[in-house]
């Protein structure tokens, strides 16, 4: 089996992350990912692994949510970041996330899991390292996705229309220092994990997020569109 990663791309975010990426790094990276789905399992399943770059193209992101790796469990990630499959119970990580929403923005906790009502509307919901071995989390980690996702950064670092990058946890918010266009803002806040009780309630990132689009002329996002 071998795995294309540039040619699973789809071609919108091809052209934008090219520039940012070494060609020979990327093919190694697409060894190693093959070489894991054919020892299996891995999450998410191969047709969800570029799920976020689908549903949210380049020119139409105004917002980037940053996770650190998938669900490593049976039937959770779908290639979007804190999101699960409908009819999957809600995480942990994503209940607090629907917490603070309610606090921020007085939007009800949604019994859904499933993000994808956000992508849509220009919310890159993007994990630092894009797949994950059943049960072993963080094992796909320092393989070379981090450059992959470093490289989608910079592109939207180059743009000219604002993005909001949402960046939750120690992880993520390392990935600050990519981010040098003051067209930008950066909201950074402690990972919504209950692991980490404090540092992201509190913080309402989301009606932040909407008043920086806001203040560049962009329309905000519906938080409770899921």
């Known amino acids: 089996?071998?795995?294309?990663?540039?040619?699973?791309?789809?071609?919108?975010?091809?052209?934008?992350?090219?520039?940012?990426?070494?060609?020979?790094?990327?093919v190694e990276l697409g060894a190693f990912v093959a070489a894991e789905y054919q020892a299996g399992p891995v999450f998410p399943p191969l047709d969800d692994l570029f799920s976020a770059y689908r549903l949210c193209a380049p020119d139409a992101c105004r917002v980037l949510i940053l996770g650190q790796d998938p669900y490593h469990k049976a039937g959770q990630a779908h290639g979007l970041s804190f999101s699960v499959r409908p009819g999957v119970s809600v995480p942990p990580s994503l209940r607090n996330v629907y917490k603070e929403l309610a606090a921020d923005?007085?939007?009800?906790?949604?019994?859904s899991g499933d993000l994808t009502g956000w992508a849509a509307q220009g919310v890159l919901l993007l994990n630092a390292v894009l797949t994950v071995r059943e049960g072993k989390p963080g094992s796909h980690a320092n393989r070379g996705w981090e450059d992959f996702t470093d490289a989608t950064i910079?592109?939207?670092?180059?743009?000219?229309?604002?993005?909001?990058?949402?960046?939750?946890?120690g992880y993520a918010r390392k990935k600050a220092e990519l981010v040098t266009n003051p067209t930008h803002v950066v909201l950074e806040a402690g990972h919504p994990s209950p692991m980490n009780p404090r540092g992201f309630l509190g913080t309402r990132p989301f009606s932040a997020t909407n008043k920086a689009l806001a203040d560049a002329?962009?329309?905000?996002?519906?938080?409770?569109?899921l």
């Open 1 to 26: 089996m071998t795995l294309d990663l540039m040619a699973q791309l789809p071609s919108s975010w091809r052209a934008v992350v090219s520039p940012h990426l070494d060609e020979a790094r990327v």
């Open 105 to 111: 923005l007085d939007v009800p906790p949604s019994r």
């Open 154 to 169: 910079r592109a939207l670092n180059a743009r000219e229309e604002r993005v909001v990058f949402l960046l939750w946890g």
């Open 217 to 225: 002329g962009l329309d905000p996002i519906d938080w409770s569109r």
